[in-house]
């Protein structure tokens, strides 16, 4: 799933603005070993003294930068989310419509947890939980989603692009967790994503 390499000290998502620059390398340590850890084992091999001794971190550091497993693996998925966004820029979607080029970044997004999928359900996991921090980091990572959807649609009322893209984020969420529960494959959620996409904004491209 997520590229896993470490990005140096840049300001990553979820990024406290005035941390410093050693906090933000410790905060990337932590976040590349629950990368490693989760890709292993899954949600259960994220425990945080496990997150510590990878990351080569104080098990005191790690709570003063999150308040809970669920906390770091949120944040792990926001910033996956932004370096997905970050190759969306230098290599845009493909497609002759807004819609086809949604439903391709929405089947890269796919492609990507798919190829990790212990790794991706951890972090949908972490993603449903009423952890205070681990809501915070989803706000990022819907801040991220918008920023990718935007460009696709810059030519659309900013209203509606904002309702098309909220629509969007709350059909790959519940058909996410639904994957991560078993109920369903990436088969079926590539599925529902491209029928959401093309049933919400090939409309608007007709008008």
């Given at each position: 799933?997520?590229?896993?390499?470490?990005?140096?000290?840049?300001?990553?998502?979820?990024?406290?603005?005035?941390?410093?620059?050693?906090?933000?390398?410790?905060?990337?340590?932590?976040?590349d070993a629950a990368f490693e850890l989760g890709a292993e084992g899954g949600y259960?091999?994220?425990?945080?003294?496990?997150?510590?001794?990878?990351?080569?971190?104080?098990?005191?550091?790690?709570?003063?930068?999150?308040?809970?497993?669920?906390?770091?693996?949120?944040?792990?998925?926001?910033?996956?989310?932004?370096?997905?966004?970050?190759?969306?820029?230098?290599?845009?979607?493909?497609?002759?419509?807004?819609?086809?080029?949604?439903?391709?970044?929405?089947?890269?997004?796919?492609?990507?947890?798919?190829?990790?999928?212990?790794?991706?359900?951890?972090?949908?996991?972490?993603?449903?939980?009423?952890?205070?921090?681990?809501?915070?980091?989803?706000?990022?990572?819907?801040?991220?989603?918008?920023?990718?959807?935007?460009?696709?649609?810059?030519?659309?009322?900013?209203?509606?692009?904002?309702?098309?893209?909220?629509?969007?984020?709350?059909?790959?969420?519940?058909?996410?967790?639904?994957?991560?529960?078993?109920?369903?494959?990436?088969?079926?959620?590539?599925?529902?994503?491209?029928?959401?996409?093309?049933?919400?904004?090939?409309?608007?491209?007709?008008?």
């Amino acid at each position: 799933m997520p590229d896993t390499t470490t990005h140096g000290s840049r300001s990553e998502a979820g990024d406290v603005p005035d941390m410093s620059e050693a906090q933000r390398e410790r905060r990337q340590r932590l976040i590349d070993a629950a990368f490693e850890l989760g890709a292993e084992g899954g949600y259960d091999a994220v425990q945080m003294r496990e997150v510590a001794a990878t990351a080569d971190v104080a098990l005191a550091t790690i709570y003063r930068l999150f308040v809970s497993k669920d906390h770091l693996l949120a944040a792990a998925l926001a910033e996956w989310t932004s370096r997905l966004a970050e190759r969306v820029v230098h290599r845009p979607p493909r497609g002759d419509t807004a819609a086809d080029q949604m439903v391709d970044l929405l089947n890269r997004a796919c492609d990507a947890m798919e190829r990790q999928p212990k790794l991706s359900s951890a972090l949908v996991r972490a993603l449903t939980s009423p952890d205070a921090g681990a809501v915070g980091a989803s706000s990022d990572l819907r801040r991220s989603i918008v920023s990718m959807g935007e460009g696709i649609l810059g030519d659309l009322d900013p209203e509606v692009r904002v309702d098309i893209l909220a629509v969007l984020g709350h059909v790959w969420y519940s058909n996410l967790v639904s994957w991560s529960n078993g109920r369903s494959t990436f088969e079926g959620v590539r599925a529902e994503l491209e029928r959401a996409a093309r049933v919400l904004i090939t409309p608007y491209e007709s008008a």
